[in-house]
């Protein structure tokens, strides 16, 4: 495994980070801890979920992923051994049985983490993280920013870090992130720690892949030079750079023939560039699988890539990545794709 600090921190991370959505959805309490104790043997020692898990949303599975990672932190005991990020959920109407209102006021952000505390039965979060803006903005999957008129927001950014701030005082917390955000609001949070001797933002989680490179356009600069590290999520753009569905087989159980409402990279685009780049792994004597995750993995903006799996023969081959060096020669042939179709899942 290779590790690195996360900007702003003392925290010695994996660059390979455990994601756990499916936890309590495609994958059962057994799933879950299995695969806990496989990633901590391969060296792995960061672990993300988020209070809304498992995916899709909903209420029946409401904070089970956060309870089976607890169940597996009171039998191990090794909360000691690994670096434990959540996120609180922003405004979303589909989501209103998590709490009264789905917002990031102090009396939201505050029961969200002693919630989520409970189910992870720990006393504190390394990274706690905003899941996606408060505002309206483009993300999931919405390439471009277009002005909403029913966007009531008020910048209350400094509040939120004000927020912050009582929760690492109290020690619930001990840094902060964001998911989901732009360069705008990477500069805004920025701007109010600077300002306000606030906590500093130590990570973005945003998605990145070789179907999904909009980060290099604005982002990557921002967080290069403001010192902020990018988690790096759906790497393999929900199993599409796998190459499992170039063949058109219905492989049963995966996330895109599962939750065929969530399937952000499932696209004629999508699927094309998946064709070229797995000629081009190939040609390389790579699988697509480990092209596209050592792509990730070598991004000088990158603290770590978030990795999900729902086999364990998944999980085994994504950790391999760590290992690759891509050449010259693949990564120009990377290129070349990419300049015929840049960006195919926004």
């Given amino acids: ?29 057994l799933d879950g801890h299995t695969q806990l104790d496989y990633a901590l043997d391969q060296g792995i020692n960061f672990v993300d979920t988020a209070e809304m898990y498992s995916v899709p949303g909903r209420e029946a599975t409401y904070g089970s992923t956060e309870r089976i990672i607890g169940s597996w932190l009171k039998k191990t005991g090794r909360r000691s051994d690994i670096i434990l990020a959540s ?11 998590m709490r009264e209102t789905l917002d990031f006021s102090a009396q939201s952000i505050q029961y969200a983490v002693n919630q989520s505390l409970g189910r992870l ?61 732009t360069p705008w609001g990477i500069m805004r949070f920025l701007e109010e720690s600077k300002n306000h001797n606030l906590p500093k933002i130590t990570t973005v989680q945003n998605p990145y892949s070789l179907l999904n490179r909009s980060f290099e356009v604005g982002n990557a600069e921002v967080v290069l030079r403001g010192n902020v590290g990018l988690l790096a999520y759906s790497p393999l753009g929900f199993g599409v ?6 063949a058109n087989a219905k492989n049963e159980g ?10 952000r990279y499932n696209s004629a685009p999508s699927r094309e560039a998946s064709r070229l780049y797995q000629e081009v792994a190939s040609k390389h004597g790579l699988s697509l699988t480990e092209m596209a995750l050592a792509f990730v993995h070598r991004q000088p903006f990158l603290s ?26 693949i990564l120009k042939d990377i290129e070349a794709v990419h300049a015929i179709i840049p960006d195919p899942a926004p």
């Fill in 1 to 29: 495994m290779k590790y690195t600090t996360l900007p702003n921190t003392d925290i010695k991370v994996s660059k390979i980070c455990l994601g756990t959505m499916t936890f309590g959805e495609q994958n059962t309490e």
């Fill in 304 to 329: 770590s890539t978030i990795i999900g799996a729902r086999t364990m023969e998944q999980l085994a081959e994504n950790i391999k990545t760590i290992a690759i060096e891509l050449s010259e020669d």
């Fill in 121 to 181: 039965q720990t006393d504190y979060l390394d990274l706690y993280q905003l899941h996606w803006p408060e505002r309206k903005t483009n993300c999931f999957g919405q390439r471009g920013f277009k002005v909403q008129d029913d966007d009531a927001w008020e910048d209350n950014i400094q509040s939120v870090l004000e927020t912050i701030a009582a929760l690492i005082k109290e020690g619930k917390i001990n840094h902060f992130g964001l998911s989901n955000e």
């Fill in 254 to 263: 995966s996330r895109i023939n599962t939750f065929p409402q969530m399937a």
């Fill in 241 to 246: 750079l796998s190459g499992k569905y170039l």
């Fill in 87 to 97: 996120k609180i959920a922003g405004p979303n109407p589909n989501y209103g049985y």
